[in-house]
Protein backbone atom coordinates (compact mmCIF):
# COMPACT_ATOMS: atom_id res chain seq x y z
CA UNK A 1 0.00 0.00 0.00
CA UNK A 2 1.22 3.47 -0.65
CA UNK A 3 -0.28 6.55 1.13
CA UNK A 4 -0.13 9.58 -0.81
CA UNK A 5 0.22 13.11 -0.40
CA UNK A 6 0.29 12.81 3.09
CA UNK A 7 1.69 15.44 5.97
CA UNK A 8 3.62 12.96 8.46
CA UNK A 9 3.85 13.54 11.67
CA UNK A 10 6.99 15.03 13.23
CA UNK A 11 7.89 14.39 9.55
CA UNK A 12 5.93 16.58 7.19
CA UNK A 13 4.68 16.02 3.39
CA UNK A 14 5.64 12.92 2.43
CA UNK A 15 4.37 9.70 0.62
CA UNK A 16 4.42 6.13 2.89
CA UNK A 17 4.48 3.10 1.53
CA UNK A 18 3.43 -0.28 3.93
CA UNK A 19 4.60 -3.89 3.00
CA UNK A 20 4.22 -6.92 5.40
CA UNK A 21 2.21 -4.87 8.40
CA UNK A 22 5.74 -2.23 8.65
CA UNK A 23 6.79 0.63 7.26
CA UNK A 24 8.90 0.35 4.50
CA UNK A 25 9.79 3.65 3.17
CA UNK A 26 9.05 7.71 3.23
CA UNK A 27 9.26 10.11 0.86
CA UNK A 28 8.28 10.99 -2.72
CA UNK A 29 7.79 8.07 -3.94
CA UNK A 30 6.63 6.29 -7.03
CA UNK A 31 3.68 3.70 -7.20
CA UNK A 32 4.53 0.17 -7.95
CA UNK A 33 2.13 -2.34 -10.06
CA UNK A 34 -0.35 -3.44 -8.44
CA UNK A 35 -0.17 -1.28 -5.62
CA UNK A 36 -3.42 -0.47 -3.59
CA UNK A 37 -3.05 3.76 -3.50
CA UNK A 38 -4.67 5.69 -0.61
CA UNK A 39 -4.34 9.71 -1.03
CA UNK A 40 -4.26 11.50 1.86
CA UNK A 41 -5.44 14.71 0.41
CA UNK A 42 -2.60 16.58 3.06
CA UNK A 43 -4.73 15.20 6.01
CA UNK A 44 -2.03 14.33 9.26
CA UNK A 45 -1.14 10.67 9.08
CA UNK A 46 -0.61 9.52 12.63
CA UNK A 47 0.25 6.94 14.84
CA UNK A 48 -2.43 4.81 15.78
CA UNK A 49 -3.58 5.85 19.02
CA UNK A 50 -3.04 3.78 21.71
CA UNK A 51 -5.54 3.83 25.23
CA UNK A 52 -3.83 2.84 27.93
CA UNK A 53 -6.79 2.19 30.39
CA UNK A 54 -9.50 0.82 29.19
CA UNK A 55 -12.12 -1.93 30.06
CA UNK A 56 -13.18 -3.67 27.07
CA UNK A 57 -15.55 -6.43 28.16
CA UNK A 58 -17.28 -3.70 30.39
CA UNK A 59 -17.71 -1.43 27.63
CA UNK A 60 -18.67 -4.20 25.07
CA UNK A 61 -21.28 -5.19 27.75
CA UNK A 62 -22.37 -1.48 27.93
CA UNK A 63 -23.86 -1.63 24.69
CA UNK A 64 -26.49 -4.01 25.78
CA UNK A 65 -27.54 -1.74 28.71
CA UNK A 66 -29.17 1.06 30.06
CA UNK A 67 -27.50 4.99 30.59
CA UNK A 68 -28.75 5.33 33.98
CA UNK A 69 -26.58 8.55 35.02
CA UNK A 70 -25.42 11.85 33.98
CA UNK A 71 -25.01 13.44 31.77
CA UNK A 72 -28.36 11.37 29.84
CA UNK A 73 -29.63 10.81 33.19
CA UNK A 74 -30.31 13.76 35.27
CA UNK A 75 -33.06 13.42 38.12
CA UNK A 76 -35.66 10.76 39.06
CA UNK A 77 -37.96 11.67 36.25
CA UNK A 78 -34.92 11.00 33.57
CA UNK A 79 -34.05 7.49 35.65
CA UNK A 80 -38.01 6.15 35.81
CA UNK A 81 -38.14 6.92 31.49
CA UNK A 82 -34.51 5.47 31.11
CA UNK A 83 -36.25 2.08 33.27
CA UNK A 84 -39.35 2.28 31.57
CA UNK A 85 -38.50 -0.76 29.12
CA UNK A 86 -40.66 -3.82 27.71
CA UNK A 87 -39.84 -6.96 28.24
CA UNK A 88 -39.81 -10.03 30.95
CA UNK A 89 -35.72 -10.48 30.95
CA UNK A 90 -32.87 -8.74 32.59
CA UNK A 91 -32.34 -5.17 32.39
CA UNK A 92 -28.79 -3.59 33.05
CA UNK A 93 -28.29 -0.37 34.04
CA UNK A 94 -24.93 1.36 33.95
CA UNK A 95 -23.67 4.89 34.98
CA UNK A 96 -25.76 5.61 37.95
CA UNK A 97 -24.69 8.05 40.41
CA UNK A 98 -26.91 8.91 43.97
CA UNK A 99 -26.60 12.70 42.23
CA UNK A 100 -29.65 11.08 39.90
CA UNK A 101 -32.05 10.59 43.43
CA UNK A 102 -30.85 13.42 45.61
CA UNK A 103 -27.57 11.81 46.37
CA UNK A 104 -29.76 8.41 47.57
CA UNK A 105 -28.57 5.12 46.73
CA UNK A 106 -31.58 3.49 46.43
CA UNK A 107 -32.06 0.08 47.47
CA UNK A 108 -34.09 -3.19 46.60
CA UNK A 109 -37.64 -1.90 47.31
CA UNK A 110 -36.94 1.76 45.91
CA UNK A 111 -35.88 -0.04 42.47
CA UNK A 112 -39.06 -1.94 42.80
CA UNK A 113 -41.03 1.03 42.21
CA UNK A 114 -39.09 1.84 39.11
CA UNK A 115 -38.64 -1.62 37.90
CA UNK A 116 -41.08 -4.12 39.08
CA UNK A 117 -41.86 -6.74 36.34
CA UNK A 118 -38.31 -7.59 35.55
CA UNK A 119 -34.89 -8.52 37.13
CA UNK A 120 -33.15 -5.24 37.21
CA UNK A 121 -29.06 -5.09 37.63
CA UNK A 122 -27.98 -1.30 37.72
CA UNK A 123 -24.32 -0.28 38.03
CA UNK A 124 -22.84 2.73 40.10
CA UNK A 125 -20.91 4.65 38.33
CA UNK A 126 -17.72 4.00 39.20
CA UNK A 127 -17.60 0.50 38.01
CA UNK A 128 -17.66 -1.06 42.43
CA UNK A 129 -21.14 -1.43 42.85
CA UNK A 130 -24.27 -3.24 41.57
CA UNK A 131 -27.67 -2.17 42.46
CA UNK A 132 -30.39 -4.82 42.45
CA UNK A 133 -34.61 -4.90 42.59
CA UNK A 134 -35.83 -7.31 44.50
CA UNK A 135 -36.18 -10.18 41.50
CA UNK A 136 -32.83 -9.48 40.49
CA UNK A 137 -32.09 -10.48 44.28
CA UNK A 138 -34.19 -13.40 44.31
CA UNK A 139 -33.34 -15.19 40.87
CA UNK A 140 -29.12 -14.83 42.12
CA UNK A 141 -29.85 -16.01 45.46
CA UNK A 142 -31.99 -18.83 43.70
CA UNK A 143 -28.29 -19.87 41.66
CA UNK A 144 -26.08 -18.91 44.25
CA UNK A 145 -24.97 -18.66 47.83
CA UNK A 146 -24.68 -15.07 48.71
CA UNK A 147 -21.13 -13.39 48.51
CA UNK A 148 -19.21 -11.39 51.41
CA UNK A 149 -20.07 -8.21 49.44
CA UNK A 150 -23.98 -8.58 49.31
CA UNK A 151 -24.90 -5.55 51.87
CA UNK A 152 -27.50 -6.49 55.12
CA UNK A 153 -29.18 -4.41 57.10
CA UNK A 154 -31.68 -5.81 59.89
CA UNK A 155 -30.57 -9.02 58.65
CA UNK A 156 -32.25 -8.49 55.14
CA UNK A 157 -30.10 -8.19 51.82
CA UNK A 158 -30.54 -4.29 50.70
CA UNK A 159 -29.56 -5.16 47.14
CA UNK A 160 -26.41 -3.55 46.77
CA UNK A 161 -23.62 -5.83 45.89
CA UNK A 162 -19.82 -4.47 45.94
CA UNK A 163 -16.99 -5.78 44.77
CA UNK A 164 -18.25 -8.99 43.01
CA UNK A 165 -18.78 -9.09 40.17
CA UNK A 166 -17.04 -12.42 39.41
CA UNK A 167 -19.69 -13.64 41.95
CA UNK A 168 -22.09 -11.97 39.41
CA UNK A 169 -21.36 -13.58 36.33
CA UNK A 170 -21.18 -16.96 37.63
CA UNK A 171 -24.62 -16.68 39.46
CA UNK A 172 -25.90 -15.13 36.10
CA UNK A 173 -23.80 -18.01 34.04
CA UNK A 174 -22.88 -15.12 31.90
CA UNK A 175 -20.43 -15.44 29.49
CA UNK A 176 -17.62 -12.78 28.54
CA UNK A 177 -19.42 -10.18 25.54
CA UNK A 178 -18.15 -10.18 21.94
CA UNK A 179 -15.63 -7.34 21.24
CA UNK A 180 -16.89 -6.13 17.52
CA UNK A 181 -19.05 -3.11 18.38
CA UNK A 182 -16.96 -1.81 20.99
CA UNK A 183 -13.89 -2.40 18.68
CA UNK A 184 -15.27 -1.18 15.61
CA UNK A 185 -16.24 2.12 17.62
CA UNK A 186 -12.75 2.21 18.84
CA UNK A 187 -11.21 2.33 15.31
CA UNK A 188 -13.17 4.93 14.21
CA UNK A 189 -11.66 7.25 16.77
CA UNK A 190 -8.21 6.29 15.13
CA UNK A 191 -7.60 3.86 17.95
CA UNK A 192 -5.37 1.06 16.93
CA UNK A 193 -4.17 -0.61 20.26
CA UNK A 194 -5.35 -0.82 24.02
CA UNK A 195 -4.41 -1.53 27.50
CA UNK A 196 -6.94 -3.51 28.77
CA UNK A 197 -6.51 -2.60 33.09
CA UNK A 198 -9.41 -4.69 34.08
CA UNK A 199 -8.08 -6.28 37.75
CA UNK A 200 -9.69 -9.54 37.08
CA UNK A 201 -8.01 -10.23 33.88
CA UNK A 202 -6.89 -14.15 34.34
CA UNK A 203 -6.05 -17.12 32.28
CA UNK A 204 -9.85 -17.72 31.43
CA UNK A 205 -9.85 -13.85 30.40
CA UNK A 206 -7.00 -14.26 28.27
CA UNK A 207 -8.11 -16.62 26.08
CA UNK A 208 -11.45 -14.91 25.26
CA UNK A 209 -9.37 -12.30 24.10
CA UNK A 210 -7.53 -14.28 22.32
CA UNK A 211 -10.30 -16.02 20.85
CA UNK A 212 -11.40 -12.20 20.21
CA UNK A 213 -8.42 -11.51 18.06
CA UNK A 214 -7.74 -14.38 16.33
CA UNK A 215 -11.07 -14.49 14.86
CA UNK A 216 -11.39 -10.62 13.74
CA UNK A 217 -13.58 -9.50 16.27
CA UNK A 218 -10.84 -7.47 18.07
CA UNK A 219 -8.85 -5.35 16.07
CA UNK A 220 -7.08 -3.11 17.89
CA UNK A 221 -3.73 -4.64 19.33
CA UNK A 222 -3.84 -5.80 22.63
CA UNK A 223 -1.82 -5.26 26.55
CA UNK A 224 -3.88 -7.10 29.32
CA UNK A 225 -3.14 -5.85 32.71
CA UNK A 226 -4.50 -7.91 35.71
CA UNK A 227 -3.67 -10.39 38.21
CA UNK A 228 -0.71 -12.63 38.44
CA UNK A 229 -1.88 -15.71 37.14
CA UNK A 230 -1.59 -13.80 33.77
CA UNK A 231 1.52 -14.58 33.12
CA UNK A 232 0.86 -18.01 33.57
CA UNK A 233 -1.05 -17.61 30.34
CA UNK A 234 -0.21 -18.15 26.29
CA UNK A 235 0.46 -14.56 24.83
CA UNK A 236 -1.92 -15.46 22.21
CA UNK A 237 -2.66 -12.66 20.45
CA UNK A 238 -1.72 -9.98 23.54
CA UNK A 239 0.92 -9.04 25.23
CA UNK A 240 1.55 -9.55 29.14
CA UNK A 241 1.11 -5.73 30.78
CA UNK A 242 1.32 -4.80 34.56
CA UNK A 243 0.01 -6.05 37.84
CA UNK A 244 -2.97 -4.62 39.00
CA UNK A 245 -3.83 -3.59 42.44
CA UNK A 246 -7.45 -1.49 42.47
CA UNK A 247 -7.61 0.50 46.05
CA UNK A 248 -10.56 1.35 47.63
CA UNK A 249 -9.93 3.94 50.28
CA UNK A 250 -13.26 2.43 52.17
CA UNK A 251 -11.43 -0.95 52.55
CA UNK A 252 -7.93 -1.13 51.98
CA UNK A 253 -5.33 -4.18 52.52
CA UNK A 254 -3.42 -4.87 54.88
CA UNK A 255 -0.34 -3.05 54.21
CA UNK A 256 1.68 -6.00 54.16
CA UNK A 257 -0.51 -7.79 52.08
CA UNK A 258 -0.51 -5.60 49.47
CA UNK A 259 3.28 -5.10 49.64
CA UNK A 260 3.80 -8.91 49.04
CA UNK A 261 1.18 -8.64 45.80
CA UNK A 262 3.65 -5.76 44.76
CA UNK A 263 6.64 -7.64 45.45
CA UNK A 264 4.95 -10.71 43.70
CA UNK A 265 4.08 -8.75 40.34
CA UNK A 266 8.07 -7.75 40.64
CA UNK A 267 8.82 -10.96 41.04
CA UNK A 268 7.50 -12.00 37.34
CA UNK A 269 9.55 -8.72 35.98
CA UNK A 270 5.83 -7.06 35.68
CA UNK A 271 5.54 -3.94 36.47
CA UNK A 272 2.38 -2.54 38.88
CA UNK A 273 -0.40 -0.32 38.35
CA UNK A 274 -2.02 0.96 41.12
CA UNK A 275 -5.75 2.78 40.84
CA UNK A 276 -5.76 5.75 42.89
CA UNK A 277 -8.77 7.95 42.60
CA UNK A 278 -8.17 10.06 46.81
CA UNK A 279 -5.28 11.30 48.11
CA UNK A 280 -6.08 8.64 50.57
CA UNK A 281 -5.19 5.70 47.78
CA UNK A 282 -2.46 7.61 46.52
CA UNK A 283 -0.58 7.82 50.09
CA UNK A 284 -0.93 4.63 50.51
CA UNK A 285 0.29 3.51 46.79
CA UNK A 286 3.24 5.45 47.30
CA UNK A 287 4.17 3.82 50.70
CA UNK A 288 4.04 0.79 48.86
CA UNK A 289 6.36 1.58 46.27
CA UNK A 290 9.05 3.42 48.69
CA UNK A 291 9.00 0.03 50.75
CA UNK A 292 8.99 -2.54 47.80
CA UNK A 293 11.50 -0.12 45.58
CA UNK A 294 10.13 0.42 42.14
CA UNK A 295 10.50 -1.57 38.43
CA UNK A 296 10.80 0.18 35.07
CA UNK A 297 6.82 1.38 34.11
CA UNK A 298 4.88 1.18 37.71
CA UNK A 299 2.39 3.47 36.56
CA UNK A 300 -0.31 4.98 39.18
CA UNK A 301 -3.69 4.87 37.55
CA UNK A 302 -6.05 7.86 37.29
CA UNK A 303 -4.00 10.42 39.67
CA UNK A 304 -7.29 11.82 40.35
CA UNK A 305 -6.45 13.97 43.43
CA UNK A 306 -2.56 14.86 44.13
CA UNK A 307 -1.52 17.41 45.98
CA UNK A 308 1.86 19.27 45.33
CA UNK A 309 4.08 17.26 47.97
CA UNK A 310 2.46 14.23 46.59
CA UNK A 311 3.84 15.21 43.11
CA UNK A 312 7.04 15.58 44.54
CA UNK A 313 6.93 12.33 46.31
CA UNK A 314 6.05 10.47 42.46
CA UNK A 315 8.74 12.30 41.38
CA UNK A 316 11.41 11.08 43.54
CA UNK A 317 10.15 7.28 42.79
CA UNK A 318 11.44 8.31 39.40
CA UNK A 319 14.53 8.26 37.70
CA UNK A 320 15.12 7.94 33.48
CA UNK A 321 12.69 4.24 33.98
CA UNK A 322 10.53 5.38 37.18
CA UNK A 323 6.75 5.91 38.08
CA UNK A 324 4.66 6.70 35.41
CA UNK A 325 1.15 8.24 35.31
CA UNK A 326 -1.72 6.97 33.14
CA UNK A 327 -4.36 10.36 33.03
CA UNK A 328 -8.04 10.54 32.21
CA UNK A 329 -8.79 14.29 30.88
CA UNK A 330 -11.97 14.07 29.89
CA UNK A 331 -13.00 13.68 33.78
CA UNK A 332 -12.68 17.15 33.73
CA UNK A 333 -15.18 18.01 31.27
CA UNK A 334 -17.56 14.94 31.85
CA UNK A 335 -17.42 15.07 35.53
CA UNK A 336 -15.63 18.23 36.57
CA UNK A 337 -19.28 20.14 37.76
CA UNK A 338 -19.94 17.24 39.93
CA UNK A 339 -16.33 17.35 41.27
CA UNK A 340 -16.50 21.49 42.06
CA UNK A 341 -20.03 20.15 44.00
CA UNK A 342 -18.30 16.92 45.71
CA UNK A 343 -14.64 17.99 46.77
CA UNK A 344 -13.68 19.67 49.23
CA UNK A 345 -12.84 23.25 47.67
CA UNK A 346 -9.04 22.84 48.96
CA UNK A 347 -8.69 19.78 46.85
CA UNK A 348 -10.08 21.49 43.36
CA UNK A 349 -6.66 22.66 42.22
CA UNK A 350 -5.38 19.02 43.00
CA UNK A 351 -8.08 17.74 40.23
CA UNK A 352 -6.44 15.58 37.63
CA UNK A 353 -3.68 17.63 37.37
CA UNK A 354 -1.61 17.25 33.47
CA UNK A 355 1.01 20.46 33.03
CA UNK A 356 2.38 19.93 36.85
CA UNK A 357 3.26 15.85 36.28
CA UNK A 358 4.48 16.37 33.07
CA UNK A 359 6.93 19.76 34.67
CA UNK A 360 8.17 17.15 37.63
CA UNK A 361 9.54 15.08 35.29
CA UNK A 362 6.52 12.09 35.48
CA UNK A 363 5.89 10.55 32.25
CA UNK A 364 2.30 10.25 31.09
CA UNK A 365 0.01 8.65 29.18
CA UNK A 366 -3.60 8.31 28.22
CA UNK A 367 -6.59 6.40 29.08
CA UNK A 368 -10.48 6.47 28.82
CA UNK A 369 -11.19 4.73 32.03
CA UNK A 370 -14.21 3.50 29.18
CA UNK A 371 -16.83 2.67 29.88
CA UNK A 372 -17.09 4.51 33.00
CA UNK A 373 -15.63 7.63 30.56
CA UNK A 374 -16.32 8.46 26.82
CA UNK A 375 -13.93 5.77 24.80
CA UNK A 376 -13.12 8.93 22.67
CA UNK A 377 -9.87 10.36 22.82
CA UNK A 378 -10.37 13.56 20.84
CA UNK A 379 -12.54 14.80 23.83
CA UNK A 380 -9.68 13.99 25.97
CA UNK A 381 -7.70 16.15 24.12
CA UNK A 382 -9.76 18.95 24.01
CA UNK A 383 -10.33 19.44 27.66
CA UNK A 384 -6.58 18.79 28.64
CA UNK A 385 -6.20 21.63 26.82
CA UNK A 386 -9.17 24.09 27.95
CA UNK A 387 -9.63 22.19 31.73
CA UNK A 388 -13.08 23.61 30.87
CA UNK A 389 -16.03 21.49 32.45
CA UNK A 390 -19.30 20.74 30.48
CA UNK A 391 -20.81 23.57 32.13
CA UNK A 392 -18.01 25.74 31.57
CA UNK A 393 -16.26 26.63 34.52
CA UNK A 394 -12.19 26.17 34.34
CA UNK A 395 -10.51 23.53 36.49
CA UNK A 396 -6.75 24.15 36.66
CA UNK A 397 -6.63 26.65 34.12
CA UNK A 398 -2.15 25.95 34.58
CA UNK A 399 -2.69 22.46 34.57
CA UNK A 400 -3.76 22.72 30.95
CA UNK A 401 -1.09 21.17 28.22
CA UNK A 402 -0.62 21.83 24.29
CA UNK A 403 -2.71 20.05 21.61
CA UNK A 404 0.48 18.43 21.13
CA UNK A 405 1.11 17.34 24.73
CA UNK A 406 -2.50 16.11 24.90
CA UNK A 407 -2.54 14.27 21.30
CA UNK A 408 1.51 12.28 23.01
CA UNK A 409 -0.58 11.14 25.66
CA UNK A 410 -2.10 8.66 23.20
CA UNK A 411 0.81 7.78 21.11
CA UNK A 412 3.20 6.72 24.61
CA UNK A 413 4.39 3.06 23.60
CA UNK A 414 2.19 0.96 25.64
CA UNK A 415 5.47 -1.46 27.02
CA UNK A 416 7.38 1.91 27.33
CA UNK A 417 5.46 5.05 28.16
CA UNK A 418 8.60 7.51 27.78
CA UNK A 419 8.90 6.04 23.99
CA UNK A 420 6.35 8.08 21.27
CA UNK A 421 5.69 5.77 18.57
CA UNK A 422 6.95 7.32 15.20
CA UNK A 423 5.91 7.18 11.59
CA UNK A 424 8.95 5.66 10.16
CA UNK A 425 10.45 2.71 8.31
CA UNK A 426 10.47 -0.35 10.41
CA UNK A 427 7.46 1.09 12.91
CA UNK A 428 4.71 -1.12 12.96
CA UNK A 429 1.95 0.33 10.58
CA UNK A 430 -0.97 1.52 13.22
CA UNK A 431 -1.78 4.10 11.66
CA UNK A 432 -4.30 7.35 11.67
CA UNK A 433 -5.37 9.31 8.74
CA UNK A 434 -7.23 12.47 9.92
CA UNK A 435 -9.13 14.46 6.60
CA UNK A 436 -7.01 18.04 7.30
CA UNK A 437 -4.00 19.26 8.20
CA UNK A 438 -2.58 18.88 12.02
CA UNK A 439 -2.36 22.39 12.19
CA UNK A 440 -6.86 22.53 11.59
CA UNK A 441 -7.54 19.69 13.78
CA UNK A 442 -5.37 20.81 16.47
CA UNK A 443 -7.55 24.03 16.94
CA UNK A 444 -10.57 21.59 18.19
CA UNK A 445 -9.93 17.91 18.54
CA UNK A 446 -12.63 15.90 17.26
CA UNK A 447 -13.22 11.86 16.61
CA UNK A 448 -15.21 12.93 12.87
CA UNK A 449 -11.82 13.92 11.54
CA UNK A 450 -10.15 10.00 11.51
CA UNK A 451 -11.08 9.57 7.46
CA UNK A 452 -9.08 6.09 7.85
CA UNK A 453 -7.73 3.61 10.48
CA UNK A 454 -5.04 0.93 9.91
CA UNK A 455 -3.45 -1.68 12.16
CA UNK A 456 -0.47 -3.69 10.90
CA UNK A 457 -1.27 -2.21 7.67
CA UNK A 458 -4.98 -3.75 8.04
CA UNK A 459 -7.74 -1.36 7.17
CA UNK A 460 -9.99 -1.20 9.91
CA UNK A 461 -11.91 1.64 9.61
CA UNK A 462 -12.65 4.23 6.89
CA UNK A 463 -15.18 7.11 7.00
CA UNK A 464 -18.40 6.44 4.58
CA UNK A 465 -18.42 10.06 2.98
CA UNK A 466 -14.24 9.68 2.75
CA UNK A 467 -13.46 6.96 0.37
CA UNK A 468 -9.63 7.29 0.23
CA UNK A 469 -8.74 3.61 -1.68
CA UNK A 470 -8.11 3.68 -5.07
CA UNK A 471 -6.15 2.09 -7.77
CA UNK A 472 -4.19 2.96 -10.51
CA UNK A 473 -5.35 2.40 -13.89
CA UNK A 474 -4.11 -0.43 -15.06
CA UNK A 475 -1.92 -1.27 -11.93
CA UNK A 476 -3.43 -5.17 -11.96
CA UNK A 477 -0.60 -6.25 -13.54
CA UNK A 478 2.43 -7.91 -12.05
CA UNK A 479 5.70 -6.65 -13.65
Not at 134 to 148: G, T
Not at 424 to 430: L, M, Q
Request: proline share 8%.
Amino acid sequence: MLIRNAEVWQAGPADVRVEAGRIAALGTLPALPGETIVDACGGALLPGLHDHHIHLAALAARKSSVACGPPEVRDAQDLARALDRPGTGWLRGIGFHESVLGGILPDAAALDRLVPHRPLRMQHRTGRMWLLNSMALDELLRAAAPPPGIEREGGRFTGRLFDEDAWLQRALGSRPPDFSEASRELARYGITGVTDMSPRNDPAMAAHFARQAASGALRQSLVLAGTPALAEAACEGWRLGPVKLHLHEAALPDFDTALAFVRAGHGQDRPVAVHCVTEVELVFALALLEEAGHLPEDRIEHVSIAAPELVARMAALGDEAGLRACVQPHFVSERGDRYLADVEPRHHGDLYRLRSLREAGIVMAGGSDAPYGSPDPWTAMAAATSRRTSGGAVIGRDEALTPEQALALYLADPLDLARQRRVAPGEPADLCLLDRPWAQARARPRGTDVAATWVSGRLVHQRVDKAPVERLPGADAAP
